[in-house]
């Protein structure tokens, strides 16, 4: 599996970015984000199911962020709107068959 992102950047607070990442590969089950802020471990941003039915999100996302996929082409996307100096950080995707496989990361920095 391989997995492709982008539309990282940086916004000030209150600000919006929009991540896209697709995978390419067998057997794609559950894809979705985490993040690894300055100093700090990775951590789980939102996933989504194979058919995009179920999401799930961090307390911290919740209401700000929104997840959703393509069918046919692996692609998800993450939409974040009111973005805190606290969301800054490396963002990665994941995509799980019966291994988990992360992307390269993306960078994101909100600013105050």
């Known amino acids: 599996v391989q997995l492709q992102a982008s539309g990282g950047g940086s916004v000030q607070a209150g600000g919006s970015l929009r991540l896209s990442c697709v995978a390419s590969?067998?057997?794609?089950?559950?894809m979705g984000w985490y993040r690894q802020p300055p100093g700090k471990q990775r951590e789980l941003v939102a996933t989504?199911?194979?058919?995009?039915?179920?999401?799930d999100y961090a307390d911290s996302a919740k209401g700000r962020f929104v997840i959703s996929r393509t069918g046919y082409e692996n692609t998800i996307y993450l939409q974040m709107n009111n973005l805190q100096p606290e969301d800054s950080g490396v963002y990665y995707c994941?995509?799980?068959?019966?291994?988990?496989?992360y992307g390269q990361g993306t960078q994101v920095t909100v600013s105050s």
């Open positions: 590969g067998n057997r794609i089950n559950v």
């Open positions: 994941m995509a799980a068959t019966s291994s988990i496989y």
């Open positions: 989504i199911s194979r058919n995009g039915a179920a999401t």
